[in-house]
């Protein structure tokens, strides 16, 4: 597919059709505007929604809580507070996989209506620097793209940051991966990017917050899965 940059933009639906979005197992539905932009080059993806509160709704019951002590001591019990993970579908299809990074409040002739903005599940490696305890070469064991990403997004605990699926073969027709060195400074994804841009693969974010490992167009018919 020849896809450079994507945006898609609906208008509010009704109940358990169109644009819903899940937080804690709780369904949200009554958003008059939404956006999700995807880019093949730009990771991570984002989205932006206005929510539209209903008669005697509170804003608290969806958004951080703050308390009335000094400082803004934030209670992030809201369903739609900063920081909590969610799914974004379209009529049952699954569009978006992330979090929530902004909520605003405001006023449009007397309705209150509830701005909230976000990212994919793929910010957490764009936001900050490597995991990785010691700089240095790559381990030499490492010979392709989708390994050196397992390696450097998995902590020391054992838990991996994010998921990373390869569609390729995972041929390197210009190996670099045990040329390379990594500093403490370093973003992961600018990391991964570099690798990518040398061997000739694509590296983006899906609609599940995965990091994907994939090849240029060639001009040839690709099909794809509901699963892809």
Request: charged share 20%.
């Amino acid at each position: 597919m020849d896809v450079t940059n994507v945006s898609v933009i609906g208008s509010r639906n009704k109940a358990g059709k169109g644009f819903v979005v899940t937080v804690n197992k709780k369904q949200f539905n009554r958003f008059i505007s939404w956006e999700i932009s995807h880019s093949i080059d730009i990771v991570p993806m984002s989205f932006s929604m206005t929510y539209a509160l209903s008669d005697g709704e509170k804003n608290t019951d969806l958004t951080s809580l703050f308390s009335k002590a000094k400082g803004p001591a934030v209670d992030a019990s809201g369903f739609l507070a900063v920081g909590a993970e969610v799914e974004i579908s379209l009529d049952g299809y699954r569009i978006f996989t992330g979090y929530i990074d902004s909520t605003t409040n405001g006023l449009h002739h007397g309705q209150h209506l509830l701005e909230v903005s976000g990212r994919s599940k793929c910010q957490q490696i764009t936001d900050g620097t490597t995991i990785q305890p010691n700089a240095g070469q790559t381990p030499g064991t490492l010979a392709n793209i989708k390994q050196v990403a397992d390696w450097l997004l998995t902590a020391q605990d054992g838990n991996k940051i994010i998921e990373v699926i390869d569609k390729t073969d995972g041929s390197t027709p210009q190996p670099l991966v045990n040329l390379t060195s990594i500093n403490l400074t370093t973003r992961a994804y600018d990391f991964l990017a570099n690798l990518a841009q040398y061997e000739g693969k694509l590296l983006y974010d899906d609609r599940f917050g995965r990091l994907v490992i994939d090849n240029p167009a060639s001009g040839q018919t690709t099909l794809v899965g509901i699963n892809d």
